[in-house]
């Protein structure tokens, strides 16, 4: 208990240790809940699992073959943990939308849920490095031109961004650059099979400018009062009273303290980006892991709705982490030990 205490003590001493310790912690603790919570969300159906994924027209043979495959046979906490384990040794099982219900005709989970996670993957990333260098560059730029014309312009078309839903926007990129107005791209994303989103980079252009179109916005405005509030401070006016040239003051005084919370709002988007794609994958038929998703939850493809759900459940745990640990390294004054 005193070794615990000390350690403990020690740590609080060091903030990005405490937080690295604590979150992580934390984090395990939520994944081990979400896969409670959604291995229970299966259990709970109204009848047989079995016979409700294969149909009221299945056979009795074929609904006991597919008992012992989803371990419906056993108690509630054997299935848990054939579950659990084989998700953590890498093999979640078979795919169940054949609809046969059999060994010979199913794929993998990770067999199906891997490329996919790969595409979407690609699909959040770069959109969210793209919106995170556009939020901050026009947020800033708009911050030291506030009150002028070209300010008013860039928050206006934000504001606008940011009261339209995924799918009009994708609708009206679609209506100008590939149907109505030009054509110039795919409408669709619809990429050969075992081949990946970088392969065919044109059809990652809509998709991509869809997200970054609708995750600009939340960045803009916080990294545009952010600046705003930082170039009023205090410590920015005594600069400029020393005699500092305007660009040390905005790029030395300024804009440091300006990005921890625009860091908080990246996060907050690139957790944004994982649920938008489902919808934006949705609407250019783009093979990610939000199709798969929509597609499970349609055929009833229990394991692969469980395994998509861990996975996002824990993108969302280590993004928070990743979040907050980069914004306290931002923060000089809270990085340091006390």
Known sequence: MALSSSLLAGLRKHPIAFLLVKRLALGVLTVVLVSFIVFGATQVLPGNAATAILGSHATPQAVHRLDRQLHLDRGLLAQYWAWISGL??????????????????????????????????ALVFISGALSTGLGIVLGAYAALRRGRWLDHILSISMLTLASLPEFVVAVVLIIIFSTVVFHLLPAVSLLPPGTYAWSSP?????????????????LFRMMRAAMIEALDSEYAETARLKGAPPRRVVFLHALPNALPPAIQVVGLNFLYLAGGIVVVEYVFNFPGIGQALVSAVNDRDVPVVQLIVVILASFYVVMNIITDLIALLATPRRRLPR
């Open 202 to 218: 044109r059809l990652l252009i809509l998709p991509i400018a869809t997200l970054v179109l609708v995750t600009l916005p939340y």
């Open 88 to 121: 953590l040794s890498g093999h979640p099982g078979l795919t169940l939308s054949s609809g046969t219900g059999t060994f010979a005709t199913q794929q993998t989970v990770w067999g199906l849920v891997g490329p996919r996670l790969a595409n979407s993957a």
